[in-house]
């Protein structure tokens, strides 16, 4: 199975996919050399490619059989609303929608694309499961993880539980993920990259879920024939 990584990141998403399948061919695209150079580091079989996911998606999409794309969030976030008066604001970056739209009508195989809950009514339904909206062409299980996931709140509202614990907040992300972000050399915001990661196991659930989902209709297929 070949597989399409968007906007990469350091693989949250994909951290626990070979648990599910281990023969599959990973490309991850990601336009931060720092995050490319990291993702490599931690799975040094996928092709990285440094570049701009969203036109490699354009250019690219027919070679794979599964595609998860996650857009930047910033514009689209609830936080938006919060800072309105605080900076200069800019419009929601319409690139997630040209992606659904685009997935959903000339793509073949299956896809997810993951983005916030944003400020506004999404301009196209999506299936909302803890601080995320998923839009896929396949039916997700209501519950995608068993894991408490730290946010924002936690930040501020557990402070002094984890000042007591000797604790950072930022290391609770580190747990959270199992992965030590400091490693991060670049210019992006710590924080911010540990907020917005998926969580794994909610990335091996969606995985795992698509990939019964193609192994039902590869038998039903079978069976016509």
Same mark, same amino acid.
């Given at each position: 199975m070949k597989v399409l990584n968007l906007y990469a990141c350091i693989g949250g998403n994909r951290?626990?996919?070979n648990e599910v399948k281990n023969d599959i061919q990973v490309t991850a695209v990601e336009l931060d050399p720092e995050?490319? $150079?990291? #993702?490599? /580091? $931690?799975?040094?079989?996928?092709?990285?490619?440094?570049?701009?996911?969203?036109? #490699?998606?354009?250019?690219? #999409?027919? /070679?794979?059989?599964?595609?998860?794309?996650?857009?930047?969030?910033?514009?689209?976030?609830?936080?938006?609303?919060?800072?309105?008066?605080? $900076?200069?604001?800019?419009?929601?970056?319409?690139?997630?929608y040209e992606e659904i739209i685009f997935l959903d009508t000339?793509?073949?195989?299956?896809?997810?694309? /993951?983005?916030?809950?944003?400020?506004?009514?999404?301009?196209?339904?999506?299936?909302?499961?803890? $601080?995320?909206? #998923?839009?896929?062409?396949?039916?997700?299980?209501?519950l995608l993880s068993r894991r408490k996931s730290p946010n924002m709140a936690a930040q501020e509202a557990g402070r002094q539980k984890y000042k007591k614990l000797n604790k950072k907040v930022f290391d609770v992300f580190c747990e959270f993920h199992d992965y030590d972000f400091k490693k991060y050399k670049g210019n992006q915001d710590l924080g911010k990259m540990s907020r917005n990661l998926v969580d794994y196991e909610a990335g091996k659930t969606i995985f795992a879920t698509m990939l019964g989902i193609v192994k039902r209709e590869n038998i039903n297929q079978t069976e016509l024939f």
């Open positions: 951290y626990k996919w995050c490319a $150079r990291l #993702y490599q /580091e $931690r799975f040094p079989n996928d092709k990285v490619i440094i570049g701009d996911a969203h036109q #490699y998606l354009l250019d690219h #999409y027919k /070679e794979f059989d599964f595609i998860w794309s996650s857009p930047p969030c910033p514009t689209h976030s609830r936080f938006q609303i919060s800072m309105k008066n605080k $900076r200069k604001m800019k419009y929601p970056d319409m690139k997630l000339f793509f073949n195989g299956k896809y997810c694309i /993951e983005n916030v809950i944003p400020y506004y009514d999404p301009l196209i339904s999506a299936k909302k499961r803890d $601080r995320h909206l #998923y839009w896929t062409n396949f039916n997700l299980p209501n």
